[in-house]
């Protein structure tokens, strides 16, 4: 189907930029040691970090739900001059070096952070444990899901809106059974996109978390260190976390039902 604005060469750099995104995906696939493939992925160490970072994830993409759309809510609803700078905040995890971002919550959750050093007097640890990893992962994704769901939320019509608080609805039952049901798949996109985030993080995860066996060491950290003893259990586990990504974006990403 042709379109008025699709000129015949954007297809030139649209399938160069498609083959760089694939090519390399393509490239793991091939080095993968088929043979040994499921004795690589089900070693007791690949277990427990798969296992590690999908509670972790999962837990991370809750919390990100919990906090990020009361905050998309809050940034679609303001035209303040203080929304465009909370917005500011919001995005900065997006372009902060994820090394950065470990060092910054250790500095502030650590033992010698100025929060986690008070934490510490109530017996509260945080840095080093699974929940620094959830935590980590929480900071680097979030953003995904308040940007996402931000964006549909400035798209719907406010009239619908107005219209149930115009017939006496609470705004908790406009916001629940109007606005939301209405950007649903941007709130599912949002979701997928901070699950799929929160599940290869890496920099942030192992600064602030560090690398304890079947505590803090999740799949991105394993296929890390797998990377200078035995190269093979690192690509298939890299497939193995490439393979997992793709089936949750498959599980919402469907042919007339796409969220995107």
Do not use: N
């Amino acid at each position: 189907m042709k379109h008025p604005d699709v000129p015949v060469w954007v297809l030139v750099p649209a399938v160069l930029g498609l083959a760089l995104l694939v090519l390399p995906v393509t490239g793991l696939v091939v080095r993968v040691d088929w043979q040994d493939f499921v004795s690589l992925v089900t070693t007791e160490e690949s277990r427990a970090a798969l296992w590690l970072s999908l509670r972790t994830a999962a837990t991370s993409t809750a919390l990100c739900l919990v906090l990020g759309v009361p905050l998309a809510l809050v940034l679609a609803r303001s035209s303040a001059r203080w929304a465009s700078v909370v917005r500011a905040l919001v995005l900065l995890p997006l372009v902060l070096p994820p090394v950065v971002g470990g060092i910054a919550l250790l500095a502030t959750f650590g033992r010698r952070g100025w929060l986690g050093q008070h934490l510490e007097a109530f017996g509260i640890e945080i840095a080093f444990t699974t929940l620094a990893v959830v935590l980590a992962q929480t900071f680097v994704s979030l953003p995904f899901l308040v940007v996402t769901l931000e964006g549909a939320l400035r798209a719907v019509d406010p009239g619908y809106a107005d219209v149930a608080a115009t017939l006496g609805a609470a705004p908790t039952r406009v916001l629940v059974r109007v606005s939301l049901p209405l950007v649903a798949p941007g709130l599912i996109a949002g979701t997928v996109l901070s699950f799929a985030r929160a599940l290869g993080e890496f920099g942030a995860t192992v600064t602030f978390a560090g690398s304890l066996q079947g505590v803090t060491r999740a799949l991105p950290t394993e296929i890390y260190l797998q990377r200078e003893v035995d190269p093979d259990a690192a690509i298939a586990l890299s497939f193995l976390l490439v393979a997992v990504a793709l089936a949750v974006i498959a599980l919402v990403h469907r042919p007339g039902r796409s969220p995107w």
